[in-house]
């Protein structure tokens, strides 16, 4: 890429770090680059014991970045994981609920798009100052300072050289920062941004969902924004899949009468689609034998055959305690007309119910990453701190990881790596 465009931050940031590595997130990012998945940022509970925990601070961001080989063996108990958080490679501020893809001209960088940024220095400090953490009006005041730390929308980390830095010189008008967006990328390394929303964390005095559709080109560093009629209502947490036909479909999420109030679940069988091709937008509607229940903070991610959709977890009860959406694993046939829901029967060592975790595609691999642990009656108490492997053959969760195998064969697979090996789902 050209590094004319590209400033990058070398400034040192000094925060708070608990000792020893943990991997246990939620709202973080996980881009398949090669042969390795990059996990980045997130929200972790904090403990108990630590003073400042209330119920008005039960998270903190993460400013970690971590990778995980693809390239051998390994058991989902103990994973590979490297740390590069005390490398160049640390993100400059806690960031969550963004979306990451990779492109630009090499193919190799990764584009962090929007998210919560908080400057972590900064909270540290007010956590450390009981004339503030002694004061609830003042403390939440304080803490709402901390978002909002930079204006930039898409932020580059160069995974070889361990470097973060942001584009200067962009053309056209940048989207307005926003989180819980829904982004793709196509094969010629244009980015497509889709509703999101903003609030308190992203600098909003009122809770505003859109329904806006950008797209930035990775090579040219271009900006466009698509206005085309019959767009979808304004959403965010929609579980974007791109289809080699070119089309988009947006698969659940919240939706938003107006800026201000409330926004409500979306009906799973609607699903709205933008054709990239044709710049057009319509609509599916599918069908389902079973009741399916509305969700935000899944996954959905296309299979090999591109004739079946794999939908894992979310939370239902959207206004209240962020509950356990039925059925967990759905399947959803797009082969079919109209398409088709149905529950995924699998076996194995499954996770527990799942929300705002990430979904990788690698080999016959789908791969299933941290997330909160929901339940049936109260708000999540737990975050997930393993990886799950569902092995997309057999529908069967593993714990080994073996690279071009499949429990359903002896022997190795033939697996085609330009439809599997570069498929990445962001969190919601």
């Known amino acids: 890429m050209n590094t004319a465009y590209l400033t990058s931050f070398y400034m040192e940031v000094k925060i708070f770090r608990i000792a020893g590595f943990e991997p246990d997130r939620v709202g973080h990012v996980a881009v398949l680059d090669g042969n390795q998945i990059i996990f980045m940022g997130g929200a972790r509970f904090i403990s108990p014991a630590n003073p400042i925990r209330s119920q008005i601070r039960l998270y903190n961001l993460s400013d970690e970045v971590f990778t995980l080989s693809l390239s051998s063996r390994f058991?989902?108990?103990?994973?590979?994981?490297?740390?590069?958080?005390?490398?160049?490679?640390?993100?400059?501020?806690?960031?969550?609920?963004?979306?990451?893809?990779?492109g630009g001209a090499s193919g190799e960088i990764v584009y962090l798009i929007g998210?919560?940024?908080?400057?972590?220095?900064?909270?540290?400090?007010?956590?450390?100052?009981?004339?503030?953490?002694?004061?609830?009006?003042?403390?939440?005041?304080?803490?709402?300072?901390?978002?909002?730390?930079?204006?930039?929308?898409?932020?580059?980390?160069?995974?070889?050289?361990?470097?973060?830095?942001?584009?200067?010189?962009?053309?056209?008008?940048?989207?307005?920062?926003?989180?819980?967006?829904?982004?793709?990328?196509?094969?010629?390394?244009?980015?497509?941004?889709?509703?999101?929303?903003?609030?308190?964390?992203?600098?909003?005095?009122?809770?505003?969902?859109?329904?806006?559709?950008?797209?930035?080109?990775?090579?040219?560093?271009?900006?466009?924004?698509?206005?085309?009629?019959?767009?979808?209502?304004?959403?965010?947490?929609?579980?974007?899949?791109?289809?080699?036909?070119?089309k988009i479909l947006y698969i659940g999420g919240v939706s938003q009468t107006q800026p201000g109030m409330d926004a409500d679940l979306i009906d799973m069988?609607?699903?709205?689609?933008?054709?990239?091709?044709?710049?057009?937008?319509?609509?599916?509607y599918a069908r389902q034998s079973i009741l399916i229940q509305p969700r935000l903070g899944h996954t959905a991610t296309l299979m090999p055959d591109n004739n079946e959709i794999i939908i894992i977890g979310g939370n239902s009860n959207y206004h209240y305690n962020f509950t356990t959406t039925t059925p967990i694993f759905l399947s959803l046939n797009i082969a079919k007309e109209p398409y088709e829901y149905s529950e995924l029967i699998t076996s194995g060592d499954q996770p527990p119910p799942l929300a705002i975790h990430t979904a990788n595609l690698y080999q016959n691999y789908l791969i299933i990453a941290f997330g909160n642990i929901t339940?049936?009656?109260?708000?999540?108490?737990?975050?997930?701190?393993?990886?799950?492997?569902?092995?997309?053959?057999?529908?069967?969760?593993?714990?080994?990881?073996k690279p071009g195998t499949s429990v359903c064969s002896s022997g190795s697979i033939n697996i085609c790596k330009e439809k599997i090996e570069h498929k990445n789902e962001p969190p919601s």
């Open 115 to 246: 998210g919560m940024q908080q400057n972590l220095t900064r909270l540290n400090e007010i956590d450390n100052n009981p004339n503030i953490t002694l004061n609830q009006t003042l403390l939440i005041e304080e803490i709402s300072k901390t978002y909002n730390m930079t204006s930039q929308f898409v932020f580059f980390y160069q995974p070889y050289g361990k470097s973060w830095s942001y584009p200067l010189d962009q053309k056209g008008t940048p989207a307005p920062r926003r989180r819980s967006t829904s982004t793709v990328i196509d094969s010629n390394g244009v980015i497509y941004i889709f509703g999101g929303r903003v609030q308190v964390d992203t600098g909003s005095s009122i809770f505003v969902c859109y329904n806006d559709l950008y797209t930035l080109d990775t090579v040219l560093l271009s900006w466009n924004k698509i206005n085309a009629a019959n767009a979808p209502s304004p959403r965010s947490h929609a579980a974007p899949v791109f289809l080699p036909s070119g």
């Open 75 to 102: 058991s989902t108990s103990n994973p590979p994981y490297v740390d590069l958080s005390d490398t160049s490679a640390r993100m400059k501020f806690g960031s969550e609920k963004g979306t990451a893809v990779v």
């Open 375 to 401: 339940n049936n009656s109260t708000q999540p108490v737990e975050i997930n701190s393993r990886i799950y492997l569902l092995d997309i053959q057999c529908r069967t969760w593993v714990t080994t990881f």
């Open 269 to 284: 069988n609607e699903i709205p689609v933008f054709d990239t091709i044709s710049s057009t937008w319509s609509y599916k």
